[in-house]
């Protein structure tokens, strides 16, 4: 139902977009969120948006850096990443909550991975 895209490798200070677009389900009223996991780290909320009211928020680290933004008509949500940094490196995912939108344990529904490297 969330099939999230747009992972790569890129260089520092490159850009990508990533896209999780939603199907099966009515997700108007829920919050959008992506997440991402380094490895050996736990997952950590990098932003959210929700779907009614285009409100959002990030993570400290990426505020500046990343927008994200929510197409209704396609009914997918995107997470455009500037000037990443190695750092930036991880498994993004999607998620949807109806509920709160900043601890992973919040979201109902999550989507596949896709992979950010970033070399330095």
């Known amino acids: 139902q969330l099939q999230a895209s747009g992972g790569g490798l890129v260089q520092a200070g490159d850009s990508l977009r990533l896209s999780c677009a939603a199907s099966g389900r009515t997700f108007s009223s829920y919050i959008m969120g992506w997440f991402r996991q380094a490895p050996g780290k736990e997952r950590e909320f990098v932003a959210a948006i929700s779907w009614s009211s285009g409100s959002t928020d990030y993570v400290d680290s990426v505020k500046g850096r990343f927008t994200i933004s929510r197409d209704n008509a396609k009914i997918t949500v995107y997470l455009q990443m500037n000037s990443l940094k190695p750092e930036d490196t991880a498994v993004y995912y999607c998620?949807?909550?109806?509920?709160?939108?900043?601890?992973?344990?919040?979201?109902?529904?999550w989507g596949q991975g896709t992979l950010v490297t970033v070399s330095s």
């Open positions: 998620a949807a909550s109806n509920r709160g939108y900043l601890s992973q344990y919040e979201y109902n529904y």
